[in-house]
């Protein structure tokens, strides 16, 4: 299956794995932003096989970790108290709020769907002209085209009954912030590839040359990371800093001009709160103010109080880079999927997930 099986190749595997053990001369902390690309690694048991001196820090590149509680207590209070139909996708549904999640709200009797498409909820919402619909729109660049392009489904077909509940992020301003906290350890990125699909280059070059921080934008199979790892540790190694896409099969230079444009047509950016980190400025999408009768936070009077995180989860440093999964002491014993105290344990892209899962985990815990 070509632009699949070459990616898993265990002789190609080997050959970067060699190849890192030969370059790298010094200890160098590198973050993998993304979710996904944690779960590549864990899985894979590719942290095992890379030098000692190479500290892979997971980022905060989960979106269903990093949507704040209070947003999570908004979507159950809207499902549970205006007789919405509450529409997400599967990731979110058992991520912890407050007091509950929007799986237990489910099963208490609140009208919660489960979709593969936002579009869908367009559909349900047309079918149900008299109930409020709303979809919670969840994630990083990549998701958000979609989100957008329902906002427009529903504003062409005049559908006065649909709405959605944002908790769009962005990338790039999270890496700034990583980089501009005075306790950061991080010397270079892997780009989160499927984002770059969508918004392309353009804005990694600034925090490149501002923070003299190498990226390198990389897929999510064994060989794209291993690849992007060595093509980092030889920019450390030679003290350079720049901007490389190993992910050049899917990433160009401007991304999908199509998705960004209907991005453009619906959202604006805005500061954004990420669970377990605070609020980052300009980081994150809001419902444009002329399209607001789409903007559940707009639409609805939801006046429910900020609560607190839990004080033994540790998922905010977890996001931060600053500990592994498996230093949480609650880590396989408290918290697990089953029952879990933070987002990151129950999310598909989590890190404490990507830990509990895979053999390796056991391996890492002793290391």
């Known amino acids: 299956m070509k632009y699949l099986t070459e990616y898993r190749d265990a002789d190609v595997v080997e050959k970067y794995i060699n190849e890192l053990h030969k370059i790298t001369t010094q200890h160098w902390n590198i973050m993998e932003v993304c979710g996904g690309q944690t779960h590549s690694l864990v899985k894979n048991g590719l942290l095992s096989m890379m030098p000692d001196k190479i500290n892979m820090i997971h980022g905060p590149g989960c979106p269903v970790c990093v949507t704040p509680l209070n947003l999570i207590d908004k979507?159950?209070?809207?499902?549970?108290?205006?007789?919405?139909?509450?529409?997400?996708?599967?990731?979110m549904l058992r991520v912890p709020g407050s007091k509950k999640s929007l799986l237990e709200a489910k099963a208490n009797g609140a009208d919660v769907r489960i979709l593969y498409s936002p579009l869908e909820a367009v559909k349900i919402a047309k079918d149900n002209p008299n109930r409020e619909v709303v979809f919670f729109a969840v994630g990083f660049e990549t998701t958000a085209p979609a989100?957008?392009?329902?906002?427009?489904?529903?504003?062409?077909?005049?559908l006065k009954n649909y709405s959605i509940l944002t908790s769009h992020v962005l990338v790039p301003p999270a890496m700034e912030a990583i980089l501009?906290?005075?306790t950061n350890i991080v010397q270079g990125f892997l780009g989160a590839g499927h984002v770059c699909t969508i918004m392309g280059l353009e804005e990694y070059y600034p925090i490149v040359e501002n923070y003299k921080t190498p990226i390198v934008v990389t897929g999510f199979e064994p060989v794209d990371l291993l690849q992007g790892?060595?093509?980092l540790i030889k920019q450390l190694e030679k003290g350079e800093y720049k901007l490389e896409n190993q992910y050049s099969r899917v990433v160009n230079e401007n991304g999908n001009e199509a998705a960004r444009n209907i991005m453009e047509q619906v959202f604006e950016t805005s500061s954004r709160e990420w669970r377990g980190i605070g609020t980052i400025p300009y980081s994150g999408f809001d419902v444009k103010k002329e399209l607001e009768q789409f903007d559940a936070n707009k639409k609805f009077t939801i006046n429910i109080p900020k609560a607190e995180e839990s004080k033994e989860c540790i998922a905010g440093?977890?996001?931060?880079?600053?500990?592994?999964?498996?230093?949480?002491?609650m880590f396989g014993t408290k918290c697990t999927p089953t029952f879990p105290l933070g987002a990151p344990m129950v999310s598909s892209e989590g890190a404490c997930a990507a830990y509990y899962h895979f053999s390796q985990a056991g391996e890492l815990q002793e290391a």
């Open 317 to 329: 440093e977890v996001l931060r880079g600053k500990k592994k999964p498996n230093q949480c002491p």
């Open 75 to 91: 979507a159950i209070y809207l499902a549970e108290e205006k007789n919405v139909i509450l529409c997400s996708f599967g990731d």
């Open 229 to 231: 790892i060595v093509m």
């Open 180 to 182: 501009s906290d005075d």
């Open 147 to 158: 989100n957008a392009l329902s906002v427009l489904h529903a504003a062409r077909e005049g």
